[in-house]
């Protein structure tokens, strides 16, 4: 049985963030009822590409739930979600702070009529402070917590590829704490309202850098950093054949292996972090890797521990045979009769039996 056999949760979020989170609930096992407002629904489903009558982005966080249309605004359809909400035990909802308490369904109203019931709010900023109302996206939470600011420079600053923000808020902060709530729940007999803020939730994944600046007392710079690319132990290098492979041979051990390895053992003494010598290092690493293709170096080092490892593209990702041995990809059939191949949720990738989507 799976952890959250019996669990039932009512998604009224969109997008990305609140999906996430209902998905990884269902995997355990929870059964999910998303609700969305009548056309267009929830806005991801309409973004190409397309699997059948749905987005491949939608389908991929919303596999294995009950989905259902309600217009909050009438007064038929908000009764229909009092009866729902009586026997749920959570809400997941990711609208503008206040949103639900002017619709009637705000956490008082819902613990009114289940004082179980766990709500959880997921917004940008939060449910209060100057920016509670303030409309954003990704790359702004990532500017205002401080993230783009050492992700690298130069002339034209590169857009951060993946939504961290919306993938932390959803998966580890809201998962993690509807599961926290549930736990306290049986102890106490009551719900509670989480407040989880997109934006915020970066900064605890930036503790250490915090705890580093204010120890050296300036901020991090975008470039020249012991984690971006000011190490040659820790950077991406180009191969003969215009790929790139990472180096991570932060601890000494990992260093003495890799010089060995490239045949440049005299750079074992030489202060591999970030220092004097660093560009010079990095230079002459530089110079080396780029006499073999990426796949050549992969293939020398698979036998040397040194923290090398090819830059994969994501189909030669999933060919890959450890993540093969792993099954960390799951053959899922779409509504348009094709098979996507995506990651397991983590609930999947803990074996319970049963969290599997459908």
């Known amino acids: 049985m799976p952890p959250l056999d019996g669990v039932h949760v009512l998604d009224l979020s969109m997008l990305l963030p609140g999906p996430l989170c209902t998905q990884i609930l269902r995997d355990l096992g929870a059964r999910i009822t998303k609700i969305e407002p009548p056309s267009p629904g929830d806005y991801m489903a309409h973004w190409p ?149 997109m934006s915020e939730q970066l900064l605890p994944l930036m503790t250490p850098m915090y705890a580093s600046a204010q120890a050296e007392e300036r901020d991090p710079l975008s470039d020249g950093e012991l984690l971006s690319g000011g190490a040659p132990c820790y950077r991406l290098y180009r191969t003969a054949d215009g790929r790139t492979i990472s180096i991570g041979a932060l601890e000494p051990k990992f260093w003495q292996a890799l010089v060995d390895a490239i045949g440049l053992p005299r750079l074992a003494e030489r202060n591999h972090l970030v220092g004097p010598q660093a560009a010079e290092t990095t230079a002459e690493l530089a110079q080396v890797m780029a006499t073999k293709t990426r796949d050549e170096w992969a293939a020398i080092f698979a036998a040397v521990d040194a923290c090398v490892e090819p830059v994969l593209t994501f189909s030669e990702v999933r060919q890959h045979p450890h993540w093969q041995a792993r099954k960390s990809f799951e053959a899922v059939p779409t509504p348009d009769g094709r098979t996507l191949h995506l990651p397991k949720m983590p609930g999947s990738l803990a074996g319970f039996d049963g969290a599997r989507p459908s």
Do not use: W
């Open 49 to 197: 590409p397309m699997v059948g009558p749905v987005a491949a982005t939608y389908f991929a966080v919303n596999r294995g739930k009950e989905i259902t249309s309600l217009n909050l605004k009438d007064d038929a359809d908000r009764q229909r979600f009092y009866e729902l909400a009586k026997s749920a035990d959570v809400v997941v909802e990711g609208f503008r702070p206040g949103v639900i308490d002017k619709l009637g369904i705000g956490y008082e109203t819902l613990a009114r009529l289940n004082p179980r019931i766990v709500v959880c709010s997921i917004s940008g900023y939060g449910q209060d402070g100057p920016y509670v109302l303030r409309g954003g996206h990704d790359m702004n939470y990532q500017a205002l917590a401080g993230v783009l600011s050492i992700s690298g420079g130069g002339k034209h600053p590169p857009n951060p590829p993946l939504q961290v923000a919306d993938t932390a808020a959803g998966s580890y902060a809201a998962a993690m704490l509807i599961l926290a709530a549930l736990l306290e729940r049986q102890r106490t007999g009551q719900g509670r309202h989480i407040d989880v803020s």
